[in-house]
């Protein structure tokens, strides 16, 4: 397999390129050299995707598979099917369930309502971008809508987030209850389905994540605490208390969506046509576990303030107290 990697230096995009490589496929990313250097292996072409020149030098190639991770405009990829279309078996865009219009449903299936193209929040663009890939390559357009992507060299940190915090120890509030569902992808889950999904030549388009109830939010932060080895207190709060003083779920609290949230689809959505298609999830333990080692591996100390010794206490002593 010939495989080119729009990007392929950061989190999914370096777990793609060092899977494709184990497989024995010629990997080329196209990348500008700002964010580091793709896994050894994987050949680098250096160029700007917004600057058709630097596009062109693409096409004196054929590749079997495209796979492009862009979360920026959506012209960007319409240029890049564009000019690869010619040259190119299957493009392969990485979108997110963020696509589709009301987040709070459960159950969400890869044909529900999507947001409106044409704004500017982050599924408005996504759903542009698919539509421009659609346009292009047509039946030989997949579309992958991950969601929420945890794992070694994770960015934005989410995971990181929790180990980071938990690592320091002591009384840690968090919030209940502990047997909240989570619905997640190991980004080395979310690489291999993508690679066996270019070599069996898939089209279409799949909700690419565990199926809900994956974990827990009790499972992942008891993995957390034990990965590193901490003393942490898990001091379990009740949802209204973060209201009440202010915390947002998911923006200010990683990973966390308390039941009756408007994204709380975020972790019910339908992946089974992801899952008859070949895809399977490790334990939330060995994500856990992994993340965790890279991260130790870094050079420097781990800052892991969480929410803040203030925020914290408060959460600790209830409102109004």
């Known amino acids: 397999m010939r495989l080119l990697l729009l990007g392929g230096t950061r989190f999914l995009g370096r777990a793609l390129g060092h899977d494709a490589v184990a497989r024995g496929w010629q990997v080329t990313a196209f990348h500008r050299g700002v964010t580091g250097a793709p896994p050894h292996g994987v050949a680098s072409v250096y160029g700007d995707r917004t600057v058709a020149a630097d596009l062109a030098v693409l096409t004196r190639t054929g590749w079997d598979a495209v796979v492009d991770t862009w979360d920026g405009p959506p012209v960007a990829v319409s240029a890049a099917a564009t000019a690869l279309a010619p040259v190119s078996g299957r493009y392969i865009f990485v979108s997110s369930r963020s696509v589709y219009d009301d987040l709070s449903t459960h159950g969400l299936t890869e044909d529900s309502p999507l947001t409106p193209a044409g704004g500017s929040s982050f599924g408005s663009v996504k759903v542009a971008a698919e539509h421009a890939v659609r346009a292009t390559f047509g039946h030989r357009t997949l579309i992958a809508r991950p969601g929420l992507v945890l794992g070694p060299h994770e960015?934005?940190?989410?995971?990181?987030?929790?180990l980071r915090r938990l690592a320091r120890g002591g009384d840690v509030p968090v919030p209940g209850p502990p047997d909240l569902g989570l619905q997640y992808i190991d980004v080395r889950d979310l690489a291999r389905w993508l690679l066996d999904a270019a070599q069996a030549d898939l089209g279409g388009t799949f909700n690419v994540v565990s199926r809900p109830g994956h974990t827990t939010m009790g499972a992942l932060l008891a993995a957390c605490t034990e990965a590193a080895g901490s003393d942490a207190r898990l001091r379990w709060v009740p949802?209204?208390?973060?209201?009440?003083?202010?915390?947002?779920?998911?923006?200010?609290?990683?990973?966390?969506?308390?039941?009756?949230?408007?994204?709380?689809?975020l972790h019910e959505t339908d992946s089974e046509r992801a899952h008859a298609a070949g895809l399977h999830c490790r334990p939330v333990t060995q994500t856990v576990a992994d993340t965790w080692a890279w991260l130790t591996s870094l050079a420097g100390p781990l800052p892991g303030d969480g929410l803040g010794p203030d925020r914290e206490a408060a959460l600790l002593r209830g409102p109004g107290a």
């Open 239 to 265: 949802p209204a208390v973060f209201s009440a003083v202010g915390i947002q779920p998911w923006s200010e609290l990683p990973i966390w969506v308390p039941a009756g949230s408007g994204v709380r689809g």
């Open 155 to 162: 960015q934005p940190e989410r995971l990181v987030w929790w």
